[in-house]
């Protein structure tokens, strides 16, 4: 019995594996995934730049640190939606039309 994880795969299980990861709706999902990771660390970067709200100096140290920390986590979801929609419709969209043009080259980008 062979270990299934130092066995090189067949030919067919290549052919499956390219099939999937070719299609545009893998793309478009993997992009999104990539894209939320993405802008939650943007937007956690961003939020700590920009704090809007302003602070009750009357609370104590530790209400003020949860009142920041709350809206840093809710601009970097916000963020991450941004990012993860943006990124899912581009790659769908480039991908689409890059199978309808049948070519790989720097216009498809364009015109996503």
């Known amino acids: 019995m062979s270990n299934p994880f130092t066995r090189m795969p067949s030919q067919d299980e290549r052919a499956a594996a390219s099939k999937v990861t070719d299609?545009?709706?893998f793309k478009?999902?993997?992009?999104?995934?990539?894209?939320?990771?993405i802008g939650l660390m943007f937007g956690l970067v961003?939020?700590?730049i920009e704090f809007s709200s302003p602070v009750d100096t009357t609370a104590s140290t530790k209400q003020q640190v949860k009142t920041?920390?709350?809206?840093m986590g809710n601009k970097s979801l916000s963020s991450a939606k941004n990012f993860a929609i943006m990124?899912?419709?581009?790659?769908?969209?480039?991908?689409?039309?890059e199978?309808?043009?049948?070519?790989?080259?720097i216009y498809?980008?364009?015109?996503?």
């Open 23 to 25: 299609s545009c709706a």
């Open 28 to 37: 478009a999902g993997f992009s999104g995934i990539a894209g939320y990771g």
């Open 46 to 48: 961003l939020s700590g």
């Open 68 to 71: 920041v920390l709350k809206d």
């Open 87 to 97: 990124a899912a419709i581009y790659s769908g969209s480039e991908c689409m039309i």
């Open 99 to 105: 199978s309808y043009r049948a070519k790989n080259d």
């Open 108 to 112: 498809n980008s364009i015109g996503a």
